[in-house]
């Protein structure tokens, strides 16, 4: 198959598709590979690393468009990109629909095989490539939020951890998955007092087992979210509804009951957004203020960090790129059901429940897409 890897438009986002290492694996698989002129540089790999590996170096994202059965990105094609992708191309990369309807419309139009990474499960019923960006991701959440708590950035003007005689930071997390989890971890780690909150019982079980003492749990309701907002810091938005727009946990009215240049870090941005006043901003101008509150909702935060979220991105992705490219979509999908959930919008129709829902657009099965 004839692998095409673009260069990512994304304001500031350094990552691409694969490694050296993994288009290594596609070729010595009988596959060939193409990569826009240095499209890895960003993340540590220069077109001589791909060179050696066997890959061959395009001047033009057209070009690798025009040469590629399957694309492998990063993030969701920009409109610039839509043009270029060809009717019944393959493109396995991150999407979220859920939060652009525009993306959506586009995809359906060009007729494209949309794979999205943030819909492929696995038998834990865990989503195993959103999974390492959301490691990053949540990381990265808490030491922006400690970095805009300060007040020279327009925050509070509070340091995370205590000092003596001094309580430390009041961290609110919703969402207590990949994200919640590992913001928590160092937010807790920084000394300051952590809440989760999670609407599913057994996650706050097994958060409670294996939290610092710093880090409380709690089962989300709107009652507890408000009154913990009087206290809040800085609170960290982590829920997701896999393919579905993210729920608003925090309206405009209850910013009010906010200090003043408390920190809002939505990291659910690409699902929409869990506080209704997020609107998604760049690394290039992270933050805004809504009635005195700091938001930071960068929809591509571990593009910030490439030489650690190129690897352990790829690292998830690559074996089912290898099927792909080895079986063919439709075959790779028929025998791996949990890369079939991730197929978004194929051909026109789209084949998500959630994503339909998100528009009211209609939903075909993929039974009939895949017969
Ligand atoms: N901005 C970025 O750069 C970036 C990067 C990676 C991930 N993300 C996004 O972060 C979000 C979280 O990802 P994740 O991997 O942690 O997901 P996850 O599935 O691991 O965790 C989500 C958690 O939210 C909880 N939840 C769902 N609805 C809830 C509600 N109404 N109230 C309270 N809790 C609720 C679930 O029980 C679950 O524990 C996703 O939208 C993901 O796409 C963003």
Redesign the pocket.
């Known amino acids: 198959m004839k692998i095409g890897i673009p260069k990512e438009i994304k304001n500031n986002e350094y990552r691409i598709g694969i490694t050296p290492n993994a288009a290594q694996r596609l070729i010595s698989n009988g596959h060939e590979v193409c990569v826009e002129n240095n499209a890895g540089v960003g993340s540590g790999f220069s077109n001589h690393d791909f060179l050696k590996v066997g890959a061959t170096i395009a001047s033009y994202p057209k070009q690798v468009y025009q040469y590629a059965e399957m694309i492998i990105k990063v993030k969701e094609p920009l409109p610039e990109e839509f043009e270029l992708i060809k009717e019944g191309q393959l493109i396995y990369t991150f999407f979220?629909f859920a939060s652009s309807l525009s993306l959506t419309k586009a995809m359906i139009d060009c007729k494209a095989v949309c794979l999205a990474y943030?819909t492929i499960t696995d038998d834990h019923g865990g989503?195993p490539l959103?999974?390492p960006?959301?490691e990053?991701?949540?990381r990265l959440a808490s030491q922006q939020g400690a970095k805009f708590l300060e007040s020279p950035q327009g925050g509070l003007g509070v340091l995370m951890g205590s000092v003596s005689g001094v309580s430390p930071a009041d961290v609110m997390i919703?969402?207590?998955?990949?994200?919640?989890t590992q913001a928590a971890l160092v937010a807790a780690g920084m000394g300051a007092d952590v809440t989760i909150?999670?609407?599913?019982p057994n996650?706050i079980e097994e958060l409670q087992a294996i939290m610092p003492k710093n880090v409380t749990t709690c089962l989300?309701s709107s009652d507890a979210i408000e009154k913990h907002l009087t206290k809040a810091h800085l609170v960290i938005g982590?829920?997701?509804?896999?393919g579905a727009k993210?729920?608003k946990?925090i309206n405009r009215k209850q910013l009010c009951v906010m200090q003043k240049g408390a920190v809002l870090v939505d990291?659910?941005?690409?699902?929409g957004g869990c506080f209704e006043t997020t609107k998604a901003t760049t690394h290039e101008n992270p933050t805004y203020f809504v009635d005195d509150i700091l938001h930071y909702a960068?929809?591509?935060?571990?593009g910030a960090v490439p030489q650690t979220s190129t690897k352990a991105l790829t690292n998830a992705t690559i074996d089912y790129a290898v099927k792909l490219a080895n079986l063919g979509w439709q075959n790779a999908c028929k025998q791996f059901p949990h890369l079939a959930n991730g197929l978004n919008i194929v051909n026109g129709h789209i084949v998500n429940h959630s994503v339909a829902d998100a528009f009211s657009m209609s939903f075909t099965p993929l039974e009939n897409i895949l017969k």
């Open positions: 979220h943030e989503l959103l999974t960006m959301s990053v991701a949540g919703l969402g207590g998955g990949v994200v919640g909150y999670d609407n599913n996650q989300s982590a829920v997701l509804v896999p993210a729920p946990l990291v659910a941005v690409d699902q960068v929809a591509n935060m571990p």
